[in-house]
């Protein structure tokens, strides 16, 4: 076997990332060797400057008062058949923001084949894939895999976590999983070539991608968790893209751009593809955003012949139109001719939404919500406004694409269990869809230096683009706006952001935090420039925006941002400038693509990155967002070679936090049978969640 570091690259990776080039084979198709799908020339510097909204600048930071609170840590999650549990985004008790100094010792980059936690924690891994879901499933055998054993094992490529409690001392858990894409080479002993699949190997990778509830229980006197022995026949289920029937709700569901041959009312769709981050609602159901999607579906040069506004959806949403089989295409149309746009050319259309699940009833048929639009959806995350409405935030992962929020039309209700829930279940089939639209109040130079006025700051305003199945963008449909949300977006003039990710409120304050993973093609050649939001050319570290709604109610439809975090290694002389919102950068840890966000229950930030462009594994990081450690990054973890850190999740009382180990070993030259990797069994590497705890028991971080 080749050593492992032999097969590291040398400096940099794919497309100016740290990226390896099988990383973006797999998960995304390439993505950034197309064109920018978003090729409109509306406006990205300074569109409000002068729209006369009051500026409202960095100070909002300390003003915590009175603050009404999103989620209230009385919510409850009902049940079915009786029990009720708290919510999980808040802890029981609730702190105050910013009392939680974050104690622990921050670990040092590095390129170890292993998961490091900091002295004082231990890590354990709970599932690996192959694992165990559904009661019953055989035991794993790499070598003799089959579709029907994947059906009912952990998927592969885990990447969001939710951790759902079942009772109030979190002794034990569901633990609700995405499983992003598949990586064949790392999957199947002797795997030669995409194109020499077998038929059963590529309904084994369909089976592989969905999501994964499965029972878990904390190991006696420790923070960490194992799956309950024997399965739980109550909640475990796999959710794939081979067979799972999911209902479309909302304005657009029956739509005539949604109805195939095989599904003529348009109505039900088989499966969902690469679901990247996610959240759960304060009424206990899990979102999971359906994200590179246009990657699986070959035939888009057919499809494209019908006309140009066809063609320019497909481009819009990266389809590829100029060949058949786009790169890293699996060719699940020799297996299922859905994925074959020439014969059903609507199919895709009915992916890249979010979907909502249940974990609670297995047999409940997961729903895709049509009223939250499509794109490339990263994940979505909610937290309650003023009035008690559902407001949530996602983000739309591709270079120079924008952010959006929805607001439910209907309050959530609470009391009666059983009837609260009926009726909160229907809560995202009607409401406001938004885009944001960034003003900027100075210029930046394109090195990430601070502009003239010190801030990296300014007003933005949520454009609404359709509400309660109303087209609110002149001279398109209400389906045109869900179906097609990218060009609505265009129309109204959105901003376009460096790859929006992950994008959650802070339960403790309300205020908004978006990872802008990295964009390498900011400001070059002919793509769009730098802007306040945007400060840095070839942005390859990213950076956080940080955004608080007007009223601190997050249903406003106006709020003023800064960047909290401007990403890199500060300690690098010829790295780029980096701002830590005005933290001392001589005590941070150096911290590159931002892409998953979680809160403690002291409402600190914990990031977790994907494709470190400083030379080190991927990593878990920690920051307080209010006092005087606001803007101290900590590294808390890192994960083996190769690997992405996807979650992470905090459980409510604080004592354990969960990361999904996402594609170790997935560097370019390495298979199954020659390992980059050999993490978590020392033998190949196999994607896994991972908790940690802190050994003298208290809450981890703090
Ligand atoms: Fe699947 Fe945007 O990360
Ligand atoms: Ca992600
Ligand atoms: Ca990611």
């Known amino acids: 076997m080749p050593e492992p570091s032999r097969l590291l690259p040398l400096s940099g990776g794919a497309h100016g990332t740290a990226r390896s080039p099988m990383t973006c084979l797999y998960r995304c198709g390439n993505a950034c060797d197309h064109p920018v799908p978003n090729q409109t020339d509306n406006e990205y510097l300074g569109d409000l400057i002068n729209t006369g909204l009051s500026r409202r600048g960095l100070m909002r930071a300390g003003a915590l008062g009175a603050l009404v609170l999103g989620v209230s840590s009385a919510v409850e999650a009902a049940v079915p058949g009786g029990a009720a549990v708290a919510a999980p985004t808040v802890g029981a008790a609730k702190p105050a923001p910013g009392t939680g100094e974050l104690t622990f010792k921050p670990i040092p980059p590095n390129k170890l084949d292993t998961v490091i936690v900091p002295n004082g924690y231990d890590h354990a891994v709970v599932i690996r894939w192959g694992d165990e879901v559904v009661p019953g499933a055989p035991d794993f055998d790499p070598y003799n895999q089959t579709a029907a054993a994947q059906s009912r094992q952990f998927g592969y490529n885990n990447d969001f976590v939710a951790v759902v409690p079942l009772d109030r001392d979190y002794r034990r858990a569901l633990l ?40 878990i229980e904390r190991v006696d006197g420790t923070g960490g968790w194992q799956v309950v022995r024997r399965g739980s026949r109550r909640y475990n289920r796999r959710v794939t893209a081979l067979a799972t029937k999911f209902q479309l709700t909302g304005p657009a569901a029956g739509s005539p751009l949604l109805r195939t041959t095989a599904d003529p009312t348009g109505t039900t769709v088989i499966g969902t593809l690469n679901n990247c981050a996610g959240g759960v609602t304060p009424w206990g159901t899990i979102l999971s955003g359906e994200e590179n999607f246009n990657q699986y579906f070959v035939g888009g040069d ?4 019908a006309g140009a506004d066809t063609r320019a959806r497909l481009d819009r949403y990266g389809i590829t139109t100029s060949t058949r089989y786009p790169s890293g295409n699996r060719k699940w149309d020799l297996v299922d001719p859905r994925f074959d746009l020439a014969l059903n050319p609507n199919e895709a259309n009915r992916f890249g939404w979010i979907v909502e699940l249940d974990p609670f009833d297995p047999d409940s048929r997961p729903r895709k919500h049509t009223a939250l639009g499509r794109f490339k959806h990263e994940g979505a995350t909610a937290i309650l406004s003023k009035a008690g409405h559902a407001v949530l935030y996602m983000g739309d992962d591709e270079r120079f694409d924008y952010l959006y929020k929805f607001v439910s039309s209907k309050p959530m209700k609470k009391g009666d269990p059983a009837s609260a829930r009926r009726h909160n279940l229907t809560l995202l089939e009607s409401g406001t869809l938004y885009v944001a639209k960034f003003g900027f109040t100075s210029t930046v130079d394109g090195t990430g230096a601070l502009p003239a006025d010190g801030g990296f700051n300014g007003t933005g305003q949520w454009i609404p683009l359709a509400r309660d199945g109303v087209s609110l963008v002149p001279g398109r449909t209400i389906e045109d706006v869900l179906i097609f949300t990218r060009q609505a977006g265009d129309a109204v003039g959105a901003t376009k952001l460096d790859r929006p990710e992950d994008v959650e409120a802070n339960p403790l304050t309300g205020k908004v935090y978006a990872a802008l993973t990295n964009n390498t093609n900011r400001g070059v050649g002919s793509n769009p420039g730098v802007d306040e939001a945007n400060p840095r050319v070839r942005n390859r570290h990213g950076h956080v925006i940080e955004i608080t709604e007007d009223g601190d109610d997050n249903a406003a439809e106006t709020f003023t941002w800064d960047l909290f975090l401007v990403c890199g290694d500060p300690a690098d002389p010829a790295g780029e400038v980096t701002w830590f919102a005005g933290y001392d950068k001589t005590k941070v840890s150096p911290i590159s693509c931002p892409d998953n966000v979680a809160f403690d229950r002291f409402g600190n930030l914990w990031i977790s990155t994907d494709g470190n462009a400083l030379g080190s594994n991927d990593g878990l990081f920690a920051v307080p967002l209010e006092g005087p450690e606001r803007g101290h990054v900590k590294q808390f973890l890192t994960v083996p070679l190769g690997a992405e850190t996807c979650g992470p999740a905090l459980t409510g009382d604080g004592r354990s936090v969960f990361v999904a180990v996402q594609h170790p070993g997935e560097i370019t030259g390495a298979s199954f049978d020659k390992p980059a990797s050999t993490w978590p069994d020392g033998n190949y590497a196999r994607p896994a969640v991972v908790a940690s705890w802190r050994l003298d028991g208290r809450a981890v971080g703090a």
């Not at 894409?181 to 194109?195: A, H, Q, S, V, W």
């Not at 057919?302 to 012949?305: G, Q, T």
């Open 176 to 215: 609700v999983v995405n499983h992003e894409y598949t990586n064949e080479d790392l999957m199947f002993p002797g795997f030669t070539t995409l194109d020499a699949l077998t038929p059963e190997q590529r309904r084994i990778s369909l089976a592989a991608h969905g999501l994964s509830v499965v029972e």
């Open 302 to 305: 057919a499809a494209a012949a």
